[in-house]
């Protein structure tokens, strides 16, 4: 029976970032993925042959997301910081294009998660992420297995009436094959927790608790353009005129496409949209068909010259996005187990990538490997800071 020093469970950027740093320590690590590619909702997307980032990847310039990248770059060796840009989003009304203030009091109800791409500076990358995703798996230096659902966590047997904590030995993929190690990171929605950890070690009250958050999923719509829509640069968030309880979206347009692509394929521009839905409305499809209906009538209405040359489409959910309640300890590792630790980026409290960056980090501060050493105590300093900043600028 082999048994690895870690087990990463989810290849997105929070665990393959992780499994990266760990491999360059010990090659005695297994990274396992479900989907039949890996990347997560960071990997590289294709509209009409024309590779692009899955959604748009704003980052917010802060001194907590320029400490996170920097920490990236040392892990790749390669500058990723390319500038800070001012972030001036705009909105559209019946007088033209014009600054967004702000919603007065028609803020959405998940403005927490929209917040996020109001923030008034953006760190610009050198690389688009999938191709940061493509650079962390080419230096990973373990095995992976792909197409290898995690379905149960398997503990060592104890004891009746024993006190000692349960310790994790393996999990099942797929709900038969058996992999051994030591550690192990979890590194998928958090809220799958309460379907893998048997009911002994987190009991069905805990797992109640890990439902009781409302859940955001992000909508990413992505267009593709035959024609050069617009020039301007920046994003726009749009909010529709009817009160149907369906939020703004935010979006921009890509540059125009530069004319070597083959002619058949040729998108002048591609644009990329978000909105968020919660989870128990996502249940019903035809409340997603909504969404999407106003997401592209109020792009409709602030570009209609575009609305004939929209040749193709790209639409995709994510999972939910916020973190139910959950007892941790306080090394990062779950309540009782102390050989699991929750990297799932849901649980920071940046969302998207801002909070994948942070959890993968302090996940290997916790683990004492590499230069990841910030302590979580700075992290908690830094959050707060940058908390107080955003709510000056949205003020
Ligand atoms: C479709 C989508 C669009 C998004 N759009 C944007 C955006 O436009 N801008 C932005 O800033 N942020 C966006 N986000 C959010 C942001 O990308 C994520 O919050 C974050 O970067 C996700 O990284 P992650 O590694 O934590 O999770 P993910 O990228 O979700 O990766 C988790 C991985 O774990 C795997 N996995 C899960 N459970 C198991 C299991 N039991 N066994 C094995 N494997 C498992 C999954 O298949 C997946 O590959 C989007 C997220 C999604 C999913």
């Not at 800070?84 to 009304?93: A, F, M, R, V």
């Not at 939910?320 to 990062?332: F, Y």
């Amino acid at each position: 029976m082999h048994i690895y020093d870690y087990i990463i469970i989810g290849s997105g950027l929070t665990g393959q970032t992780i499994a990266t740093q760990l491999s360059q320590e010990t090659q005695n690590v297994l990274l396992i993925e479900a989907e039949a590619f890996t990347g997560g909702s960071n990997r590289q997307a294709l509209l009409n042959g024309n590779v692009i980032d899955a959604g748009i990847r704003f980052l917010p310039a802060n001194d907590l997301s320029i400490k996170a990248v920097e920490q990236l770059e040392n892990l790749l060796g390669l500058k990723l910081i390319k500038s800070e840009k001012e972030n001036h989003p705009q909105t559209y009304d019946a007088s033209g294009f014009k600054p967004f203030v702000g919603f007065g009091d028609k803020s959405p109800e998940f403005y927490d998660q929209f917040s996020y791409f109001l923030s008034p500076k953006e760190l610009e990358l050198t690389l688009p992420v999938h191709q940061i995703m493509e650079l962390l798996k080419n230096k990973y230096q373990g095995e992976t297995l792909m197409r290898s659902h995690v379905t149960k966590f398997g503990f060592a047997e104890q004891e009746e009436g024993s006190k000692a904590e349960p310790q994790l030995t393996h999990v099942v993929v797929n709900g038969s094959k058996t992999y051994y190690a030591n550690n192990f990171i979890f590194a998928g929605p958090v809220r799958d927790l309460a379907l893998i950890v048997p009911d002994d070690v987190l009991n069905i009250r805990a797992k109640a608790k890990l439902k009781k958050d409302s859940y955001w999923m992000a909508i990413c719509l992505d267009l593709f353009h035959q024609d050069l829509t617009t020039e301007q640069e920046g994003l726009f968030v749009l909010d529709g005129t009817t009160d149907d309880g369906i939020g703004p979206c935010a979006g921009r347009f890509l540059p125009g496409v530069a004319a070597d692509v083959s002619p058949t394929q040729k998108a002048q521009q591609i644009s990329q949209w978000i909105s968020f839905i919660d989870l128990t409305t996502a249940e019903e499809t035809e409340n997603v068909g909504e969404v999407l209906k106003k997401m592209k009538r109020q792009i409709k209405r602030a570009f209609p010259e575009m609305s004939d040359a929209i040749k193709a489409e790209r639409i995709f959910m994510s999972p939910p996005l916020s973190g139910g309640e959950l007892k941790m300890n306080s090394n990062g590792t779950l309540h009782k187990v102390n050989n699991l630790w929750i990297a799932s980026a849901s649980m920071n409290q940046y969302p998207n990538l801002l909070g994948s960056l942070l959890q993968s980090q302090m996940t290997l501060a916790a683990l004492g490997f590499g230069g990841f050493q910030m302590a979580k105590a700075d992290f908690a300093e830094e959050q707060a800071e940058t908390t107080e900043t955003q709510t000056e600028a949205e003020l």
